[in-house]
């Protein structure tokens, strides 16, 4: 037998049941947190999110409903259930601002050609109707 301390945890292989469990979490830790600033994973989770609050959302609908089966005057004065509950609104991103910022620019950009245009054609009717005259 050996003389380890009752405490220490048995050696396997080299290394040490605690090491082990340590590098585990370490590695876990890491996977976590390079998921956390994942975009994609962020608006994966809150989607299936959105949906259990949905599913969760209908099936208090269905009991409510059910529950009010019993009596159909009392059925009559109460008011429709509420929708279903909203998805959660996505993370804010700091890329939108300037997404806003672009397509606020381009509808000012269209605006000004739809003058341009409009300014063009009255010129040209102008000097069509001074070749006439």
């Known amino acids: 037998m050996s003389e380890s301390g009752a405490g220490d945890p048995p050696k396997s292989g080299g290394a040490s049941l605690h090491e082990l469990a340590r590098d585990w979490v370490t590695l876990w830790q890491s996977e976590l947190a390079a998921l956390a600033a994942d975009r994609e994973a962020q608006e994966s989770w809150q989607a299936m999110v959105a949906l259990w609050a949905g599913a969760a959302g209908a099936m ?13 005057a009392e059925r009559r004065t109460r008011s429709a259930a509420p929708p279903g509950t909203t998805p959660a609104a996505a993370a804010p991103d700091p890329r939108d601002a300037e997404i806003e910022r672009l397509v606020g620019r381009v509808a000012e950009l269209e605006r000004r050609l739809v003058e341009l245009e409009r300014g063009e054609l009255e010129r040209r009717r102008d000097r069509g109707s001074r070749r006439r005259a």
Not at 60 to 72: I, K
């Open 60 to 72: 208090l609908n269905g009991v409510s409903a059910a529950s009010r089966q019993g009596d159909g």
